[in-house]
């Protein structure tokens, strides 16, 4: 299973872009988590069965995803089976999917630990399992 990660911020502009890139990827057939950082307080919610979205009071930018993903699972959320042995894919709200989006994601091979998605390690969009 292939879950996106999408990190994002508690503005409105922000929240439209996350909500947008997230819909965009379910309607493909992929699972979503939204992670807003700056929010007034911890909350994970299960909006569908292909999207989720968490809120954190912290605002580490472009981290929040990060640092949301690990609180959720420390409340016992993302322990299922699929979700322990998937591919997560870190993103950012900005991003756009391209007429390739399916054929190119369905090419992500499992991976162990975390792989940047950029040729010189810079930002932090990439891939990872569950354990990194």
Avoid at 61 to 80: K, P, T
Wanted: glycine content about 6%.
């Amino acid at each position: 299973m292939k879950v996106f990660l999408i990190n994002s911020f508690n503005s409105s502009k922000y929240v439209q872009n996350a909500q947008r890139l997230s819909n965009d990827i379910n309607s493909k057939g992929f699972t979503t988590i939204i992670v807003y950082g700056g929010a007034s307080e911890f909350a994970c919610l299960q909006l569908s069965d292909k999207k989720w979205v968490i809120s954190i009071r912290e605002n580490l930018s472009d981290n929040n995803a990060f640092l949301g993903f690990e609180q959720a699972f420390s409340f016992g959320h993302f322990r299922e089976h699929d979700f322990r042995y998937a591919t997560y894919i870190y993103i950012h709200d900005t991003c756009q999917l391209s007429d390739h989006f399916v054929d190119r994601v369905n090419k992500i091979p499992v991976v162990t630990g975390w792989f940047f998605a950029h040729i010189y390690g810079l930002y932090n969009i990439g891939a990872c399992d569950q354990t990194f």
